[in-house]
């Protein structure tokens, strides 16, 4: 007898000492546990770490709305002077690359239909003697307006063109009234597309990974039945949904870095203001990534619905609603409203501040509080809504 | 057999209480919000004035600017350094500097010089904005030289008359360019998405060894897998082309029996894709993140946000392995041009070989062995 109590004592004191050292380590070794899930998926690894590659430089070089050497014919039945320079100067700007000139209004008329003709430049004819002489020459523009973005920007380039040529004359014949613009771009004088799209692209990618990531990876557990097993385990339930964001925060964090080295040193798009603050401001947007990926795992309970919110609630808001693509102050007011509430929307405001256009922090204080009110609540949410679903 | 797992696929798809309520939801979601999101025009560009001329010329001037209805005035400072901190804060996009003596020396000297400052962040908005003020400021020089008569007594005033022309899309809506390519993005989505989650599902819940130890073909199998998509594919098509016409009186100018044909072979090529990424996958989570990132990279090169012709060469090459952009092209061709298939003949080779090769990949790299 005295034996078995013997054994029964020690066992008890293993237990005891167990316990005591997996209290100390044991949140590290969840921590552990989340990186071995991660790290031993080798596809959605490469892909986390690759997608902000593949996407900063399918944004930096290839995905762009400024309009580049758009082929344009010219229809000149005046062939004089002035429409001669006037295509010479179409044709040297970067604008415009001149690919044909056309004898006819029928020949005009086949080329169009045929496509891959942006622009037509119709000169009317005597252009230069009705310029010279009666002050008054008309000129068509005929565009392609199945893009009317493109047709816009197309008719607003050419029209700046000719304007430079008008104001030219202006000059020589000595008009009276003459108000020269001189124009000063600023932040970005060779206004470079990346630099609009670097802060849409950080804000897309730290979302994704890390609201999607986390929603799914937990939902993933109830889905399987290990949340039970989670939910018995002598840690508290809090910790066991930190042990699941820090390895995502990790990886975002590494995201973040090449994100930024490659916008420096690939895309040249360089980072003017204070580099301390915006790892803040991107650790602030990381964690309200995190907590809006915990509030849509306490809401769903399979992987295939935390994906579909995923991808409704939080891709197309962050691709349409942040300002990444399309400017917000064009939209109607329900949907400039609607952008409010998305959180990239401020992110991408902060760091194209603080990265682009290099101003302090002072100057992005409405996005940060913002953002800071937005982490508060969306975890006191989810607290809320991730103790109901214990009970 | 085949009856047999079709009955089943279908039970699966109807009694998921997410997915019938998501193929309705989502497209009537998505086209009746992006259109309204999706819109380059730049207007409401909000405008700093610095003023030191104080004079009737400058206020004109300001007047005029902020009427031609681009531009709102939302900030006046007091000097150029206060006018760009609005900038730094995003109260301003644009800042106008009206010298001192502005008036005078225009009407003493006869030209004068003023100052524009665009934030250029986001280079076509910049490039435009600076755009529409230079023409606004011309159109005042004119206006000037209109009233004072002037002109007769100089030399004739050279003014070139620039007509624009908009063809194909008169109105420059930019609904009828969006609507009809957002249905592909739908489409996709829809028909891309839930096919690379269905066969891995199978395998997550253990239901494909099952599967695997019937007589059923690899063949049959994805047959049944990709049949009910076709399906979802046609009533997401239909539902939208009644969304277009409903909320935006978008009819097609072609027709729309074209559309159907080419949708039909599209949505087996995506699907058939999505399949062989859910073949390849072993957890959702696998699957959905590698479809992510093609659909991703595929949706940023099939010239739905952005032209295809403003890409550069190597990226337009790589358009041309992409399914969405042949759709697309026919979507916005049929809605707006009104072609005919005999028009595309191309775009439907190019959708009917990505279809076989999908879905032959999809059936080889089926393997019943675990």
Redesign the interface.
């Known amino acids: 007898m005295k034996i078995l109590n013997d054994i029964a004592h020690s066992f008890r004191l293993l237990i005891i000492n167990c316990s005591l050292l997996i209290k100390r380590s044991v949140f590290l070794v969840f921590v552990q546990k989340e990186f071995y899930h991660i790290f031993r998926?080798k596809?959605?690894m490469l892909?986390?770490l690759?997608?902000p590659v593949?996407?900063l430089i399918?944004?930096g070089?290839?995905?762009?709305?400024?309009?580049?050497n758009?082929k344009i014919v010219v229809f000149d039945s005046s062939n004089d002077d002035a429409t001669r320079r006037i295509a010479r100067q179409l044709d040297a700007s970067q604008y415009f690359s001149v690919v044909r000139y056309v004898k006819s209004q029928q020949e005009l008329k086949q080329v169009?239909q045929d496509g891959n003709i942006?622009m037509a430049v119709v000169f009317d004819e005597r252009f230069n003697e009705n310029?010279?002489?009666?002050?008054?020459?008309?000129?068509?523009?005929?565009?392609?307006?199945?893009?009317?973005?493109?047709?816009?920007?197309l008719?607003?380039?050419?029209?700046?063109i000719?304007?430079d040529?008008?104001?030219e004359?202006?000059e020589q014949?000595?008009?009276?009234?003459?108000?020269?613009?001189?124009?000063?771009?600023?932040?970005?004088?060779q206004?470079?597309?990346a630099?609009?799209f670097v802060p849409g692209v950080l804000g897309m990618i730290l979302m994704?990974i890390c609201a999607m990531m986390t929603s799914?990876?937990i939902v993933?557990e109830k889905e399987?039945g290990t949340m039970e097993i989670l939910l018995v385990s002598p840690m508290k339930p809090i910790y066991i949904i930190l042990a699941k964001a820090i390895p995502y925060l990790t990886l975002s964090s590494i995201n973040l870095v090449t994100v930024l080295l490659l916008s420096i040193f690939v895309l040249n798009v360089p980072v003017a203001g204070s580099l301390f603050w915006l790892f803040l401001v991107s650790l602030l947007f990381i964690l309200v990534s995190l907590s809006i990926g915990l509030l849509v795992s306490t809401l769903v309970n399979?992987?295939?619905?935390a994906?579909?919110v995923s991808?409704?609630a939080m891709m197309?808001p962050v691709i349409?609603?942040s300002g990444m693509?399309?400017?917000i102050?064009?939209?109607?007011p329900v949907?400039q409203w609607a952008s409010n509430i998305v959180p990239a929307r401020w992110y991408i405001?902060a760091v194209?501040?603080l990265m682009?256009?290099g101003?302090g922090i002072a100057?992005v204080g409405k996005e940060v509080t913002v953002l800071c009110v937005m982490v508060v609540l969306l975890i006191t949410v989810s607290m809320k809504k991730f103790k109901i679903r214990l009970e | 057999m085949l009856k047999y797992l079709l009955e089943k696929e279908f039970k699966q798809l109807l009694r998921n209480k997410f997915i019938p309520r998501m193929i309705i939801m989502f497209p009537i979601l998505q086209l009746l919000i992006f259109p309204w999101a999706a819109n380059f025009e730049i207007n409401n560009i909000n405008l700093s004035v610095v003023d030191h001329d104080h004079s009737s010329y400058s206020r004109r001037l300001i007047q005029k600017i902020v009427s031609s209805g681009y531009f709102q005035l939302t900030d006046v400072s007091p000097g150029y350094d206060r006018a760009l901190q609005s900038v730094e804060k995003n109260k301003a996009d644009v800042v106008v500097e009206i010298p001192r003596n502005f008036e005078k020396e225009l009407e003493r000297e006869g030209h004068v010089k003023l100052l524009i400052a665009a934030n250029t962040v986001n280079g076509t908005k910049g490039g435009l904005s600076t755009g529409y003020l230079a023409n606004i400021i011309n159109g005042f020089a004119s206006d000037l030289r209109q009233e004072s008569g002037q002109a007769s007594r100089a030399s004739v005033v050279p003014a070139i008359d620039i007509v624009p022309y908009y063809r194909f899309n008169p109105n420059l809506n930019y609904k009828v360019f969006m609507v009809p390519a957002l249905m592909v993005l739908v489409l996709t989505m829809l028909c891309g998405f839930l096919p690379a989650l269905n066969i891995v599902g199978e395998k997550e819940a253990g239901t494909m060894e099952q599967i695997n130890v019937t007589p059923v073909s690899k063949f049959t199998f994805i047959l049944a897998k990709l049949l009910p998509f076709w399906i979802i594919g046609t009533i997401v098509i239909t539902l939208s082309f009644g969304i277009a016409w409903l909320v935006y009186g978008l009819i097609p100018a072609g027709h729309l029996s074209t559309i159907y044909l080419f949708v039909l072979i599209y949505v087996l090529a995506i699907s058939g894709f999505g399949l062989v990424i859910s073949n390849y996958s072993d957890t959702i989570q696998q699957a959905m993140f590698v479809m992510y990132f093609f659909v991703m990279v595929l949706i940023m090169l099939s010239g739905l946000f952005t032209p295809i012709n403003s890409m550069p060469a190597w990226a337009q090459d790589i358009t041309l392995a992409n399914p969405l952009r042949y759709l697309m092209q026919v979507m916005r061709l049929v809605y707006l041009k009104g072609s005919g298939i005999a028009d595309m003949l191309p775009q439907l080779g190019a959708l009917i070989g990505f279809a076989v090769l999908f879905n032959g990949w999809a059936v080889l790299s089926y393997k019943k062995k675990s």
Do not use: C, W
Not at chain 1, 61 to 68: D, G, H, L, M
């Open positions: 998926d596809r959605t892909i986390l690759g997608m593949v996407q399918l944004f070089f290839a995905i762009t709305n400024e309009v580049k758009a169009f942006s310029l010279l002489h009666t002050g008054k020459a008309q000129l068509q523009l005929l565009t392609d307006a199945t893009d009317p973005n493109t047709a816009t920007q008719v607003q380039y050419a029209s700046s000719i304007g040529y008008q104001q004359l202006m014949n000595k008009v009276p009234y003459q108000i020269q613009p001189e124009v000063k771009l600023l932040y970005n004088p206004m470079k597309a630099y609009n994704l799914i990876a993933r399987l399979s992987q295939m619905a994906m579909l991808v409704l197309m349409l609603l693509i399309y400017p102050e064009n939209m109607p949907l405001s194209k501040g682009i256009k101003v100057a």
